[in-house]
């Protein structure tokens, strides 16, 4: 028996980060293709003020613009004692820069002296198939350390440490991350909805 050909999809997102936890999650049975590989070099901005909005943003302007059946997530740090922040602006906190350090260094700063550290991670994945529009979120809660420790991971992983770990996500491989993260949890809902239907 041959093994038949992975299924194509567009993941709308430029970063390398991101689209290397996609592809391991939905595993080989897709070719996740960015916008890179489809020849869409446009910065396409994120206008809305919540995270659902900014990931159908991404993925109807990719569904308008180049055809293809597309998903883009976006993705929030949100504490508790900063009344959500960053939130939508997690990416851009210190600035436009999309700088994680500085996202980070900021961070920090403003939650000096704070007892309460709680926060979470929530990613929504919006899918665009045909006509139909899809969500699929995922949260994971935890808190934000004193100070960060891991090399792994991007943006706020090193700071973010889940409830029930002693690590934070930098200090986790990556499969021990995708298991529990908010990424991966979404993204495992999408996979689950495209492989039934």
């Known amino acids: 028996m041959t093994t038949p050909a992975p299924r194509k999809i567009v993941f709308a997102t430029n970063n390398r980060h991101k689209l290397r936890e996609i592809r391991e999650i939905m595993g ?22 919540t995270l659902r909005g900014n990931a159908e943003i991404k993925a109807r302007y990719v569904k308008t613009h180049y055809g293809y ?3 883009a997530d976006d ?10 922040a960053p939130g ?9 820069g ?11 700063k403003n939650l000096e002296g704070q007892a309460n550290r709680k926060a979470h991670f929530s990613t929504v994945i919006c899918l665009i198939c045909g006509d139909e529009t ?13 100070n960060p420790a891991g090399a792994e991971g991007f943006g706020y992983d090193p ?16 499969a021990e ?3 529990i993260s908010h990424r991966g949890r979404a993204t495992r809902q999408l996979t689950a909805f495209l492989a039934s239907i």
């Open 75 to 84: 993705t929030g740090l949100l504490v508790d004692a900063l009344n959500g």
């Open 159 to 174: 700071v973010f440490r889940p409830d029930g770990e002693i690590r934070t996500f930098a200090e986790m491989t990556d």
């Open 28 to 49: 080989d049975g897709w070719q996740v293709m960015s916008l890179e590989e489809i020849g869409c070099h446009d910065d396409i901005p994120e206008t809305a003020d």
């Open 134 to 146: 899809r969500f699929f979120e995922g949260r994971v809660d935890g808190e934000i350390t004193l």
């Open 69 to 71: 059946d597309c998903f």
């Open 88 to 96: 939508v602006y997690s990416a851009r906190y210190a600035g436009p």
């Open 98 to 108: 999309h700088d994680s350090a500085a996202n980070m260094a900021l961070l920090l």
């Open 177 to 179: 991350k995708n298991a």
